[in-house]
């Protein structure tokens, strides 16, 4: 009975504690009574992340939208402005120079964006996008688009030089031309910096080798060596083929130049590559066994196999096969309208084909794509060109002479300068 008396008195305090607590007279309502507080959950933004993270989203956005994260924090503001590698990888597709983004444009390319030097060097080459007065607009193009051009150069790292291609002849050396003036100023700019201009040095001597005259083919020579002893692949590969003919009378150094040769196409150069397939299937040149020759020839083809066309159409999703086989067949009586050669028409399709399979073109562009990729390859490859108005004039009118000069910077830029 004791116990039980004592469990009814604790019981009954307890109770008696709970009654005060949440009495509701005004003696008790002076003691609140403990609430928990709900924790509100913590709001993640853009600025909560590790910079490091921030970067990579940062990265390969569109310049536009760099611009406008720029306006919107003073930290945004201040990694946008003091990190070159944001500049560096900001998008500039679909985009092109103009007066309003002409600021934005040369700032990302003297920070390491491929892609706004690229556009930047044929807007002013071609005066297409940049406001320049007529006054001496030759000679101001012409210095802007070779300094865009040589730096084009310098973050083409993967590629055959490739700026050449916009200032081959015809055109006079000592004309008001506007091509003449960058030829002038990266020839300056090569005698002032006698180290790494290996690239531009191999675009000078392209230029002066398509002239018929002897003496500037001559001092192309000269060029693709020195741009050879400044580490040029395709300069010394030139060279090699130079050199081939005098090689074939002595044997010895014949097998010494086919030993050269696959030294070169191992170190990537395209060119090399398709010689080097040829020695092997001509014969035992180079005193391989008959199995191994037949390797070196397989991996060659191997390593070219064409794009799988349906990763064309995951990207091209209002574009058919029947859509690429009308631009292939058109493409195909332009070739032969022009007699251009079949490998100049097979880059001109490769470049398509990875151009379709990197961003989206709406079908009313295809035509464009088509025959801008063909004025390139024409300059890659073939001795007659194509110009820009001859293509203008290809599609009926259809389009522009600035619209097929920015589909050509869109294409560069877009391949990263890979033409072939």
């Given amino acids: 009975m004791a116990a039980n008396s004592w469990e009814l008195r604790i019981f009954g305090l307890i109770l008696l504690a709970l009654r005060v607590t949440h009495c ?35 990265k390969g956005l569109p310049m536009e939208d760099i611009l406008s994260l720029r306006a919107v924090h003073s930290h945004l ?66 210095l802007k688009a070779s300094h865009f051009f040589s730096l084009t150069e310098c973050l083409n790292v993967s590629a055959a030089p490739f700026a050449w291609l916009f200032i081959r002849p015809p055109w006079s050396l000592g004309g008001s031309c506007c091509k003449a003036v960058v030829y002038e100023s990266l020839q300056r700019e090569c005698q002032q910096q006698k180290t790494q201009r290996g690239s531009i040095l191999y675009c000078l001597a392209k230029v002066l080798s398509l002239f018929e005259d002897e003496e500037k083919r001559n001092a192309a020579l000269k060029m693709f060596e020195d741009s050879s002893k400044q580490g040029c692949l395709h300069s010394s590969y030139l060279l090699w ?133 063909m004025v390139i390859c024409t300059r890659f490859v073939s001795k007659e060109i194509l110009t820009i108005r001859e293509a203008v004039w290809l599609t009926d009118n259809t389009y522009k002479y600035e619209d097929l000069v920015r589909m050509m910077g869109e294409i560069i830029s877009a391949l990263e300068g890979r033409i072939k």
């Avoid at 008790?28 to 590790?50: D, G, H, I, N």
């Avoid at 390491?112 to 007529?134: C, H, M, Q, R, T």
């Fill in 24 to 58: 509701r007279c005004s003696r008790c309502c002076s003691v609140p009574s403990k609430r928990r507080m709900k924790k509100k959950p913590r709001v993640l933004t853009l600025l909560c992340l590790p910079e490091d993270v921030l970067f990579h989203v940062l």
């Fill in 241 to 373: 083929e130079n050199n081939q003919k005098a090689a074939m009378s002595d044997p010895g150094r014949y097998l010494q130049s086919l030993r050269q040769l696959r030294d070169y196409a191992a170190k990537g150069s395209w060119e090399a590559q398709i010689a080097l397939a040829k020695a092997c299937g001509n014969g035992n040149q180079l005193g391989l066994e008959s199995k191994m020759s037949v390797e070196t020839v397989f991996q060659f083809f191997q390593a070219s196999l064409p794009l799988n066309k349906q990763s064309i159409f995951t990207v091209q999703k209002g574009m058919n096969e029947t859509m690429r086989y009308i631009l292939v067949d058109w493409l195909v009586e332009v070739a032969t309208m022009k007699d251009f050669s079949s490998l100049c028409l097979h880059m001109t399709i490769g470049c398509v084909d990875r151009y379709l399979k990197l961003r989206p073109v709406p079908r009313a562009r295809l035509q464009l794509l088509g025959i801008a990729c």
């Fill in 77 to 142: 503001k201040y990694l946008i402005d003091n990190h070159a590698c944001v500049w560096a990888c900001a998008s500039f597709q679909e985009a092109w120079p103009s007066p309003r983004n002409l600021k934005t444009f040369e700032r990302a390319a003297e920070k390491g964006n491929f892609e706004a030097a690229v556009k930047l060097g044929i807007a002013y080459l071609y005066n297409e996008g940049p406001s320049v007065s007529d006054e001496g607009r030759a000679e101001v193009n012409g």
